[in-house]
T-cell receptor, first 116, second 114 residues
């Protein structure tokens, strides 16, 4: 099956710094990638839809200036958490769709962000 | 609009017993339906999917689910639970006319008692 790789798997940073998380589709081209946030013991919350070559579409309530998303190529999308604060600590998961006609998503391994 | 509900945030079964995880969906158009499993601190893995072919769908690790349009349900079952099945399970829906969004249910945590 399709493989999506996410890096780093864990990151700890100081409050006020920025952190970048990468999401790569290893064996397929993904015109659309999705970024989710997951709080402990909760479901996945869609943050934004990342489209290659265009601006990301953010869900209501998600600060686009806080969570910068770039989808520069068909195999790479990045999420940058700018000026991170402890409340940004969470599990961030990316996913990619291999084919547009099934809706099936392939997920990265997730990135655990801890902001001190 | 689409939505997913999962009855029971936590389910416990004995090893070897039947596993039944419930999922009901709401969609204004015919949906694609999915079950994903998540182990601690990991991403999600697809168990099975319904894409309008057979209503009884078989997935990995012995799981299967049946799409029942009249009940708007897509319950997940496994005849005999194994210790390795303990995980978080998410039901998800994607309307066929809205490929951009997959909506996840709140999840059900499955515990398997030896």
């Amino acid at each position: 099956g399709a493989v999506v790789s996410q890096h780093p798997s864990r990151v700890i940073c100081k409050s006020g710094t920025s952190v970048k998380i990468e999401c790569r589709s290893l064996d397929f081209q993904a015109t659309t990638m999705f970024w989710y946030r997951q709080f402990p013991k909760q479901s996945l919350m869609l943050m934004a839809t990342s489209n290659e070559g265009s601006k990301a579409t953010y869900e209501q309530g998600v600060e686009k200036d806080k969570f910068l998303i770039n989808h520069a190529s068909l195999t790479l999308s990045t999420l940058t958490v700018t000026s991170a604060h402890p409340e940004d600590s969470s599990f961030y998961i990316c996913s990619a769709r291999q084919a547009a006609n099934t809706g099936e998503l392939f997920f990265g391994e997730g990135s655990r962000l801890t902001v001190l | 609009a689409q939505s997913v509900t999962q009855l029971g945030s936590h389910v416990s079964v004995s090893e070897g017993a039947l596993v039944l995880l419930r999922c009901n969906y709401s969609s204004s158009v015919p949906p694609y339906l999915f079950w994903y499993v998540q182990y601690p601190n990991q991403g999600l893995q697809l168990l099975l999917k319904y894409t309008s072919a057979a209503t009884l769908v078989k997935g990995i690790n012995g799981f299967e689910a049946e799409f029942k349009k009249s009940e708007t349900s897509f319950h997940l079952t496994k005849p005999s639970a194994h210790m390795s099945d303990a995980a978080e399970y998410f039901c998800a829906v994607n309307a066929k006319t809205s490929y951009d969004k997959v909506i996840f249910g709140p999840g059900t945590s499955l515990s398997v008692i030896p």
